[in-house]
């Protein structure tokens, strides 16, 4: 069978960008990404901060999957509170993108910007490095995990998989496979009693826990 249903969909980032941003006399860079998960945006984070650790600041936001389990999390960097990471954030948000990552790096130039100035300064380096990234509209898909797969029915949830517009991300081989995939969340229950057909009860689906694309 095929599944037809409209999919769900989420804006995002159509690439990653890194663009310099003067604002008085301070310099800030603003650096994107999309990102698949909390850890993706928690690596970016950390080589940006790498990359400029002679910066004043890397503060950062990023938001992660979709309607209410979505994840948001943002960080001042040494920044007075809430001036630099919650600006940032409403900017994505207000984008109405998810699986985006921003990190906003700021070199002092000497003149203290003040609060309401680093607020509208890190909430337009964001902005700036949003614009440049584009957006794009992406189909919601959710990963999976269907393990103890009997090789003989191995080629049959394959197709099963993809008959549902699936992706299969990773076949580990041993006794049994286990397989990786990503499915459209309107699409899993009636997959997993598929699976579960197939294989006569044998395999197991379970939906992974981390946010996904």
Known sequence: MTNEARPEMYTTV??????RVPIGLCRFFASVKEVQSEAEAKEFIEAV?????DATHNA???KVGH?????????DAGEPANTAGPPMLQAIEGRGLTNVVVVGTRYFGGVKLGVGGLIRAYRDTA????????????IIMIPVTISAVDYAYL??????????????????????????ASVRP???????QRITDIT??????????????
């Open 14 to 19: 159509a690439q990653a960008v890194r663009v």
């Open 49 to 53: 901060s790498n990359e400029f650790a």
């Open 60 to 62: 950062w936001a990023y």
């Open 67 to 75: 309607g209410d389990s979505s994840i948001r999390r943002y960080s």
């Open 127 to 138: 902005l700036a490095g949003l614009e440049a990234a584009g957006v794009r509209q992406e």
């Open 155 to 180: 080629g049959d949830v394959l197709r099963e998989i993809e008959s549902f517009r699936g992706s299969i991300a990773t076949l580990d081989y041993g006794e049994q496979v286990t397989v990786k």
């Open 186 to 192: 309107a699409d899993v229950a009636e997959l997993q």
């Open 200 to 213: 006569r009860g044998q395999a197991q689906m379970e939906v992974a826990n981390e946010q996904g694309s």
